[in-house]
């Protein structure tokens, strides 16, 4: 497919705002971005779509999540929830995880990704908890984002919770999966482990040299709350970070999610030694997990992207979310401006999940972009863009959304998908989680 998509605004990355702009795109890359007189001119044989009233931008990227998370919303749990500990124990591990199957991974798969598709998600890292669904958990998921046509990079939650051999079989799980989708234009797969309160410091290890010896990459939660911080320092006499610092564990190929209970001495050595981040402010709020540091994260250069985690899939709100909790938390409106939280979507994503030009409009970078519409009550200025777009848009707001240069959402409409009986699939596959876990 040749096109060009001629936009009343382009976002190209880097926080910029060009007006009268436009991308030229084949064979599912960018050729050229800039002035549509000019795009006309260079490329007179390519098919036009007018974007005139919309704003032409990089498809969001959700860089931590947990698709079978639309099965548990709303759940209620049959015991007090009296702290993180408990939550885990006599909740969320026995009846939600240890339940998910294979067919709850892939209806669940299918209706997230749908969900984040909608709302201009082209890209998704997803980290599967279900330790009963290996193996070939990821395989499932992956048929299913396949289908729909989304990029992705899929991972299984390793750990040793369970017992040796499901830790074992976790590993495999990541490794197999990375090896068979290495070249797979869409898909893609990264060494995961949980956290330090679930994996001892050998098999932590391990599964560095496993990612590191493969190329894959490796990514965890971090001090999701308070829990973890306290029982690395009875454990250990040591903070998270720390624990990961004298194991060799960081690097530049890290991807560490949530990052909310972090001191100034375990920043710097995230700064140092170059880990990426994934800020996920809704669910931080929903668990009561606190304030993660992300603008002291992010004045350190460190590079911070956004996730969902397994909460709320509309990715307006999740920007919403960045762009409002840290002015509130620091008594500050001028903390997480507008253009910041649309990096940390964008661009910040993409280097975290280490595919190049992925999150920015440029020449030689892959074709997923999104069009939303620019009709704001309100005059429209490169000075007020971000905000205005973060603030007053919503999925229904996003009119195309283009994956690899193949159209998915086009004049507001998912292409090729029932999105009823979508839904009548998640309502049934929540009801048999809720019953198994009674």
């Known amino acids: 497919m040749e096109m060009l998509l001629l936009g009343g605004y382009?976002?190209?990355?880097?926080?910029?705002?060009?007006?009268?702009?436009?991308?030229?795109?084949?064979?599912?890359?960018?050729?050229?971005?800039?002035?549509?007189?000019?795009?006309?001119?260079?490329?007179?044989?390519?098919?036009?779509?007018?974007?005139s009233d919309k704003i032409i931008s990089p498809g969001f990227i959700n860089s931590h999540m947990h698709s079978y998370g639309i099965l548990s919303h709303g759940i209620t749990p049959p015991v007090e929830i009296d702290s993180f500990e408990t939550f885990l124990n006599s909740f969320w591990w026995p009846l939600v995880e240890n339940q998910i199957d294979h067919e709850m991974i892939r209806i669940s798969g299918k209706a997230t990704a749908l969900e984040l598709l909608n709302s201009g998600v082209t890209c998704l890292c997803d980290v599967l908890e279900a330790p009963n669904a290996l193996p070939c958990g990821l395989e499932v998921h992956a048929r299913v984002i396949e289908e729909i046509g989304m990029r992705a990079v899929l991972s299984f939650e390793a750990c040793e919770r369970v017992n040796p051999q499901n830790a074992e079989a976790g590993l495999k799980e990541n490794l197999d999966f990375f090896k068979k989708y290495r070249e797979h234009p869409l898909i893609s797969g990264m060494m995961c482990i949980h956290t330090t309160f679930t994996c001892s410091r050998e098999y932590i290890q391990r599964a560095a040299r496993m990612a590191r010896e493969a190329g894959s990459g490796i990514q965890m939660h971090l001090s999701e709350s308070k829990y973890e911080p306290d029982w690395c320092l009875k454990k250990y006499g040591k903070l998270p970070v720390e624990v990961y610092e004298e194991l060799g564990y960081w690097g530049s190929d890290v991807l560490a999610s949530q990052g909310v209970k972090l001191t100034m001495a375990e920043m710097d050595i995230l700064q140092r030694r170059g880990v990426n981040l994934v800020h996920v402010p809704l669910s931080n709020c929903e668990v009561g997990g606190g304030f993660s540091p992300v603008p002291d994260l992010l004045s350190r250069g460190i590079n911070v992207g956004l996730g969902t985690d397994g909460y709320i899939n509309n990715f307006f709100e999740v920007m919403r979310g960045a762009f409002l909790i840290h002015k509130a938390n620091m008594e500050n409106p001028e903390a997480m401006p507008g253009d910041v939280v649309f990096r940390m979507?964008?661009?910040?994503?993409?280097?975290?999940?280490?595919?190049?030009?992925?999150?920015?409009?440029?020449?030689?970078?892959?074709?997923?972009?999104?069009?939303?519409?620019?009709?704001?009550?309100?005059?429209l200025n490169a000075a007020n863009l971000f905000s205005q777009m973060i603030l007053y848009r919503n999925p229904e707001d996003v009119r195309e959304v283009m994956v690899n240069g193949r159209f998915l959402k086009e004049n507001g409409r998912l292409l090729g998908h029932d999105l009823d009986a979508v839904h009548r699939d998640v309502c049934l596959e929540a009801e048999r989680l809720w019953k198994m876990g009674r």
């Not at 976002?11 to 060009?18: D, S, T």
């Not at 975290?352 to 309100?378: M, N, Q, Y």
Request: glycine share 14%; net charge neutral; aromatic share 6%.
């Open 10 to 51: 382009l976002l190209p990355g880097k926080g910029e705002v060009k007006k009268d702009w436009g991308v030229a795109v084949k064979d599912g890359i960018i050729r050229a971005v800039g002035d549509n007189h000019r795009l006309k001119a260079d490329f007179p044989a390519y098919r036009i779509m007018d974007c």
């Open 345 to 379: 979507a964008t661009e910040n994503g993409g280097r975290a999940l280490g595919i190049s030009g992925l999150g920015e409009l440029k020449e030689g970078a892959p074709a997923d972009i999104i069009t939303i519409r620019a009709d704001f009550p309100t005059p």
